[in-house]
């Protein structure tokens, strides 16, 4: 009885044209003014001002987010989550990540869908075996989980993975068992849902057009489509769009944006255990709990703030992932789309304040910051509060481009690089 009710219940709400469902965040105008602002609604901005409310007690706080939750790269990435970078510094940074995410759902009460599979990432030449096992070393040492897999124990992991007689043969992988995937959508509405509920304004459909300064050069708020807004305090977590926000405020940053491209097939029965990523040739791939393939491809070679890029590049990712999965040459693809990465010359993030007192900065995640979104929205949230970095973000700055403190993750952000 109880079964038959459910899905009389499911077919009458699917057809009600949603009617009776409650929104899970409001929809309010904006106030004159709050003690924060963040600029963003993706992961990590939602994430910030959750973690504002409920770890620092700052909860007049508004999301401005000038399309709609999750519309830029949180719901465009293909949600692979790891944390095997190679120096002490991001180590200590993607780590701090990945332990949050086994805790995620609980803490929002919200099931993001986090599914540690493993990603095993594949070394086809010898300078990748290099790489890659030194990687493992040097992660082992910092006590992140790494291990080296011969081509063999690569397959009897992927068993779909050929090996041998193709253009790219595998020479083996570097295996994080606790790395995987989440749902990304629900980690962006479990954010919105769950900092709403401790009083952020979320507000769509509002553009940030100018950074507004006092007399002392403090930032005072911004400019939006929907008018003025004051705040002492303002957080710029805009990814692609990063270093147009921070040009309004006369700063500017050593960013480069790019569209990055993703496809998802058809849905299949369950066939892809895990997450393969394959550096050297652009190509990684998972399966959603959909049965959709997830699958993508490299950057563009040239700048852009299209959310599209060139075919040119997917037909290579195809290339490469039908090389490696022949199975897969029968899959027809549902659909395609871009988003716009933010890339710093070290491929590492800057997370912390800029010259303007006030006003701070999360950007430069580039191909890699959905895994980074619960850590990096904690520790963007601890240095707002506290007008000064975490010890775990303390290395992010946006300074070490002058001082030459750099962390080249260029081997470990991996694909797209
Ligand atoms: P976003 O989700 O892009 O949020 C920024 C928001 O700022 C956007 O919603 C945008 O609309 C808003 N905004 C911009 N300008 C303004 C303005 N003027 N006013 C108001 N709002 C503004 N990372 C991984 O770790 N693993 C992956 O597998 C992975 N795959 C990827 C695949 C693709 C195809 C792409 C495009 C990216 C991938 N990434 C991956 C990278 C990852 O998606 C991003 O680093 C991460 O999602 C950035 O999150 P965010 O919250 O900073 O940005
Ligand atoms: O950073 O792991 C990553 C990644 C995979 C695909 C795109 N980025």
Same mark, same amino acid.
């Given at each position: 009885m109880?079964?038959?009710?459910?899905?009389?219940?499911?077919?009458?709400?699917?057809?009600?044209?949603?009617?009776?469902?409650?929104a899970q965040w409001r929809s309010p105008e904006p106030q004159p003014s709050y003690d924060a602002l963040i600029v963003g609604g993706g992961g990590h901005g939602l994430g910030a001002a959750y973690y504002l409310a409920r770890e620092h007690g700052i909860r007049r706080v508004a999301v401005l987010e000038k399309g709609w939750i999750g519309g830029g790269n949180t719901g465009r990435n293909t949600t692979i989550i790891r944390s095997n970078y190679l120096f002490d510094e991001s180590a200590a940074l993607y780590d701090h990540a990945l332990q949050m995410w086994s805790g995620l759902s609980q803490e929002l009460n919200y099931n993001v869908m986090f599914s540690p599979r493993?990603?095993?990432m594949l070394a086809h030449t010898v300078h990748d075996v290099q790489v890659f096992r030194r990687h493992v070393f040097a992660n082992r040492a910092n006590g992140v989980q790494n291990e080296w897999l011969s081509p063999q124990q690569a397959q009897a992991f992927c068993p779909v993975l050929k090996i041998t007689d193709i253009r790219y043969p595998v020479l083996g992988g570097a295996l994080q068992r606790g790395g995987g995937t989440a749902r990304h959508d629900a980690v962006a509405w479990g954010y919105a849902r769950a900092a709403d509920a401790l009083g952020v304004d979320i507000i769509e459909n509002c553009e940030v057009t100018g950074i507004l300064r006092a007399d002392s050069g403090a930032v005072a708020g911004v400019q939006t489509t929907r008018g003025a807004i004051r705040a002492p305090k303002v957080g710029v977590s805009a990814a692609g769009h990063s270093s147009v926000i921070m040009d309004m405020a006369g700063v500017r940053v050593p960013l480069s944006s790019y569209p990055l491209q993703? +496809?998802?097939?058809?849905?299949?029965?369950?066939?892809? #255990?895990?997450?393969?990523?394959?550096?050297?040739?652009?190509?990684?791939?998972?399966?959603?709990?959909?049965?959709e393939l997830v699958i993508g491809a490299g950057t563009d070679a040239y700048n852009s703030y299209t959310q599209r890029g060139g075919p040119h590049i997917t037909a290579h990712a195809l290339e490469a992932i039908c090389e490696l999965f022949p199975m897969f040459r029968r899959l027809r693809m549902l659909r395609c789309w871009g988003g716009i990465v933010d890339v710093t010359p070290d491929r590492s993030p800057i997370l912390g304040k800029t010259p303007v007192p006030g006003l701070y900065l999360n950007c430069g995640w580039g191909t890699g910051?959905?895994?980074?979104?619960?850590?990096?929205?904690? +520790?963007?949230?601890?240095?707002?509060?506290?007008?000064? #970095?975490?010890?775990v973000n303390a290395p992010f700055t946006l300074e070490r481009f002058r001082d030459g403190n750099l962390i080249d993750e260029a081997a470990a952000a991996a694909v797209a690089h």
């Open positions: 109880q079964r038959s009710f459910s899905a009389w219940s499911l077919l009458r709400r699917g057809l009600g044209g949603q009617r009776g469902w409650s493993g990603v095993l993703a +496809l998802v097939s058809e849905p299949v029965k369950p066939i892809f #255990p895990c997450v393969v990523m394959s550096n050297s040739i652009h190509a990684y791939i998972s399966q959603s709990d959909k049965g910051g959905f895994k980074a979104t619960p850590g990096s929205a904690h +520790l963007f949230a601890w240095t707002i509060a506290h007008d000064a #970095p975490h010890p």
